[in-house]
């Protein structure tokens, strides 16, 4: 029985830290516009020494392209990665990161136009760091 009752601890331990954790990183994430996948997307994208096509990704996510393609469209639209086309196959678009990073102040001007609140100046200025600067 002892065994059982650890295992039941242990489990719901678990499952209270994983849950705090996620909320955590998505919030911080949030604020910059994106998810944890998109996030995971990004850094993939960086680590790779050449452009990835988005089936690439898709193939090594084990999720559609057009689930793939949501996500891409986010990090597109908030400029985090660039498609170029391929010389020699147009319709083949390579994906890299930008050199440009959203910085805090105006993710939380986007996020509070969006939601009719206002932008508390107390934050501190706009620094352009990394969204992963919290993650360490």
Known sequence: MATV????????DYANISRYLNTRLNSL???????FDA???MHEIGQNPRPLLLMEI????HVSRSAISRQIGVLLKYRYIE????????RQKGLSLTAYRPSPRSA???HHAQNGSPVDDSIGPATGEDPARHLH
């Open 58 to 61: 898709a193939h090594q996510h």
């Open 39 to 41: 996030f995971l997307i």
């Open 29 to 35: 994430l949030a604020t910059q516009h994106l998810t």
């Open 108 to 110: 939380a001007n986007d």
């Open 83 to 90: 498609q170029q086309a391929n010389a020699t196959d147009r």
């Open 5 to 12: 009752d650890a295992l039941d601890m242990f489990l719901t």
